[in-house]
């Protein structure tokens, strides 16, 4: 009893058409809202609050704050290392990795979102070999 089958082949043919460029373009506007939300994401880290170094004249982000571990958390479980703009992922997490060494030499007190700030900076360099920043944070 399945009408499809029974209906004339020019519709039969619209039909699956039409299902199918739906389906691609579903597909594309979910691509694009994705690829977007990544781009929000890094441009949120970007605009984070960034306080002074205590050893030079640097701007780091503050890594016992809540905001800083919720976008990191986010950046670090949508990465795939397939991103045309991975050197600003890596930008983001080496500043990251700064913070986390001038965090430890001038204060050293463990913090929540401190010790999974360093859990997905140290993560996401061994995932993509980023060796400069695991040298930093041991």
Known sequence: MNYFFSLPDDIQSHIVLFVKSSYANSIIHSWRRYLFYKNFIIKSIYSLPRFGSFIDSDLLYSVI????????????????????????????????????????????????????NKFHCIS???????????????
Do not use: M, P
Request: hydrophobic share 35%.
């Open 124 to 138: 996401i360099a061994l995932k993509f070999q980023w060796y400069n920043i695991l040298q930093l944070l041991q």
């Open 65 to 116: 704050r809540k905001n800083t571990y919720f976008f990191f958390k986010k950046l670090y479980y949508i990465t795939t290392g397939n991103e045309s703009y991975l050197s600003d992922i890596y930008h983001c997490f080496y500043l990251l990795a700064v913070s986390i060494d001038n965090y430890e030499w001038a204060s050293g007190h463990h913090n929540y979102y401190y010790a999974y």
